[in-house]
Each structure stands twice: as structure tokens, then as C-alpha cells.
């Protein structure tokens, strides 16, 4: 089984998008078992802006007040995840599309403020139960998961879509894990590919300033995954590569 998140700007690149759906699509019809896992930070932005809420952000992430997290759950759960089921289905897949939340499919505790910033409705994934996505794929339909988890009494919360799909990848045991970005993966200091990287290479990586901004969290991410039994993990562009 394999986990793939999509996200970055590759959300907003119409043809991009088609492409990588496409490449999906050919594995899902080839026979392989496929959980999708998506993010829409960009998206939330735009429909922000044009209700005229201002974007907060802190150290990289948004603070959610209980307007911005309609915004949230709105775009991620609806949205986003509606538009690649659509986009799926158009080219042959049998898709559902559910949010974290969905049969505690994502559990996140809330965030502790940061720099005594409290982040609103932000949350940490602590676990996920695989239940719902094995039902959905027990009927060969491909999942499709927004990043909104389930909270403490209920609640709902904004998470990181990296984190989620490395609990969820855990979750469902999967073979592997792909995060398909817009960029080409992780860069070494002299702006080159890393073609293939241990997990001591990647704790050396964080450790050092040549990764930041959002390949950090993936980064950390895939480290966990690892931790959790995933085999193998890819960062970049494309679905058909695969690196440990």
C-alpha cells in the first residue's frame, strides 16, 4: 500500500495536477492499493482574502481562529478534496472523498502556543485509526483525506498535511510514503537533487541550516514515518520514484 500527499503550488498548476492524478490513476488501475492525502494552504489564502479575513501566520503556521477554521474545514474538507474526486473519477477511479476527522481517521491534541502565541484551533496529530480508509479500500475505492482532524469533545482542528499523512501512513501499515511537490526534492547545499538519504543523513540535514520552509516538515515527517514501519519515502515531483 502506499500514502501519497499532494500539495504545494502543484494544487493551484491545473496541468501539473492532471498529470500527477493521471500517474495515479495508472497505478490505482494497474492494481496497487492508493491512500491520498491533501493539504490547500493556498486555497484557504485565496478564500481569506476574498472574504476579507486576514491571514495570520506564526513560525510557519497559521493561526486558526474560529473563523478562519470554517474557512479551513470548508476548503480542505470540501472544496479541495471535492475537486480531485472529481478530477479522479474523470479518469476512471471510483474515489471517496473524507476528512481526518471522519471516524478518527486523525486525532490531534491541540497546539500549545508558541512564543506565547496561541494558534487558535491548530493541532498536533497524536494518532490515527486506520478503520474507515481499510472499509473504503476493502470496496476498491480510492480514499481521499483532507488535512482536518478530530480534537479533544468533538472539536475540529488544522493540521499540518504533512503530519497527517505521515500518521495515516502509519495507521494503515503502508509500504511506502510520497509526498509529490513542485519542487524537485530535497536540495543539498550546492542546490543539487539528494537522489537517495538514510535517516541519519536526514537528522544531520535538520540539524544544519540547508532545509527550510516546508521541506522541513516533510522531512520530519518522513522521519517519523520510518519510526512507524514505513519502508520507504520520496519527496518531489513525480509518483514514480521511489527512495528510502
Not at 472574504?51 to 501566520?57: E, S, V
Not at 483532507?146 to 499523512?165: C, F, K, M
Not at 536526514?202 to 516538515?217: E, N, R
Amino acid at each position: 500500500m502506499r500514502v501519497i500527499k499532494l500539495g504545494g503550488s502543484l494544487l493551484d498548476d491545473a496541468q501539473r495536477r492532471a498529470a500527477a492524478l493521471k500517474e495515479i490513476a495508472a497505478a490505482w488501475h494497474a492494481g496497487e492499493q492508493i491512500v491520498l492525502v491533501h493539504g490547500g494552504g493556498k486555497h484557504i489564502d485565496a478564500n481569506l482574502a476574498k472574504l476579507g479575513i486576514a491571514k495570520r501566520m506564526h513560525r510557519g503556521l497559521r493561526v486558526t481562529d474560529d473563523v478562519t477554521l470554517d474557512v479551513v474545514v470548508s476548503v480542505l474538507a470540501g472544496t479541495v478534496n471535492k475537486w480531485l474526486v472529481a478530477e479522479l473519477t474523470a479518469l476512471g477511479v471510483k474515489a471517496a472523498g473524507i476528512s481526518g476527522s471522519d471516524a478518527a481517521t486523525l486525532v490531534a491534541e491541540r497546539h500549545a502556543p508558541v512564543d506565547g502565541v496561541d494558534l487558535g484551533h491548530v493541532g498536533k496529530v497524536v494518532s490515527s485509526d486506520p478503520t474507515l480508509i481499510r472499509v473504503i479500500l476493502g470496496q476498491r475505492i480510492l480514499p481521499v483525506v483532507s488535512s482536518v482532524a478530530q480534537g479533544p469533545d468533538g472539536t475540529l482542528l488544522n493540521v499540518n498535511a504533512d503530519s497527517a499523512a505521515c500518521a495515516i501512513a502509519a495507521g494503515v501499515r503502508a509500504r511506502s510514503l510520497q509526498f509529490i511537490t513542485d519542487v524537485a526534492g530535497l536540495l543539498d547545499a550546492n542546490g543539487a537533487v539528494i537522489r537517495r538519504l538514510t535517516a541519519n543523513d536526514a537528522h544531520a540535514f535538520l540539524a544544519s541550516d540547508i532545509v527550510s520552509g516546508g521541506m522541513k516538515p516533510k522531512l520530519e515527517a518522513a522521519l517519523h514515518a520510518l519510526a512507524a514501519g514505513v519502508r520507504t519515502i520520496h519527496i518531489g515531483g513525480g509518483t514514480n520514484l521511489v527512495a528510502a
